[in-house]
């Protein structure tokens, strides 16, 4: 297939590697994405496989407790401004207090669910919202969650609401633990909680990367198989919470120091904001030259 430009542009993202490399692995691989990532992995080119989804869209992400229930929530706009907007910010709080009490099962189902005051359903209290703080914003996720006997809401958001982190500990009532491992969650961005949340398809997978890479090093064969499960034992740590070394005592793993206090973390949802979107380009110059010409 045609290698386009954007298909280029797109692989470079992912994976950091030069035009030409990545011009390359493409057309090696047939235009397919997934495999030229692994391509460049295995010629030791890229360094990571980390999906290139650009970080782009603004907002703010939030977590709200109310007794033995939480919710984490993310909503967007068009502006980084808008999320220091005193108007905008109340907005969050309000949808999260109705997710709360309302408990809709998805996003289609809480837009239309009744709301109290002025705005028949939620849809129209954020297009009212809209017109006031005027710029487009959307509800764009949720999870709701409820905390057992002997389990604990961790909660933390970075950056004002850039990022938000809810999570559950298990076997412990011990918010300040919990709120730890959030923050721990906030700034390392594990995707599982251990390794047996690791599909085997795709550990089959990197185990597969982690060998041609070996192989293209030119490590003797014999070899290669102790060394691929020594990096696979790396690859868990990058991704899974238990494996990961503590960020507030880096001798410890997450695993052993949440158990060390009794507990386990039972699950986690971490948001960025933006995370997935493509983020509206402007050029700012052009923009006001295209409104003097109006006028």
């Not at 080119?45 to 869209?57: E, G, H, S, W």
């Not at 909503?75 to 997710?99: G, M």
């Not at 918010?175 to 550990?203: F, G, L, T």
């Not at 120091?257 to 507990?263: I, L, M, N, P, T």
Request: some cysteine.
């Amino acid at each position: 297939m045609a290698i386009t430009a954007s298909m280029v542009k797109e692989l470079r993202e992912k994976t950091g590697a030069g035009m030409m490399d990545c011009k390359k692995a493409l057309t090696e691989t047939d235009g397919d994405m997934e495999k030229a990532v692994d391509y460049l992995r295995e010629k030791g080119i890229a360094k990571a496989a980390k999906k290139a989804d650009r970080v782009a869209a603004e907002g703010l992400a939030h977590v709200k407790v109310e007794g033995n229930r939480a919710v984490i929530v993310e909503i967007n706009a068009e502006t980084d401004f808008v999320s220091k907007n005193e108007n905008f910010i109340t907005l969050v709080d309000t949808v999260a207090t109705h997710l709360l009490n309302n408990t809709p099962a998805n996003v289609e189902e809480a837009l239309t669910q009744e709301f109290d005051g002025d705005a028949d359903t939620l849809n129209n209290y954020i297009n009212n919202q809209i017109a006031k703080i005027g710029e487009k914003i959307s509800l764009r996720r949720f999870e709701i969650v409820e905390a057992g006997d002997n389990q604990v809401f961790g909660e933390y958001i970075h950056m004002g609401g850039r990022i938000a982190v809810l999570s559950i500990l298990e076997g412990t009532t011990d918010s300040a633990i919990a709120k730890d491992i959030a923050m721990h969650i906030a700034a390392i961005n594990p995707k599982y909680i251990s390794r047996d949340q690791v599909s085997q398809e795709e550990v089959d997978r990197e185990r597969e990367v982690l060998k041609q890479q070996a192989l293209n090093e030119g490590k003797p064969e014999k070899i290669v198989e102790k060394m691929v499960e020594g990096r696979l034992s790396k690859y868990f740590e990058d991704i899974c919470l238990n494996d990961q070394p503590f960020v507030k005592d880096g001798d410890q793993k997450v695993g052993k120091y949440v158990a060390s206090k009794g507990a386990s973390v039972k699950l986690f949802f971490r948001y960025e904001v933006g995370e997935g979107m493509e983020k509206r380009v402007d050029n700012f110059a052009e923009e006001v030259m295209s409104q003097v010409n109006k006028d």
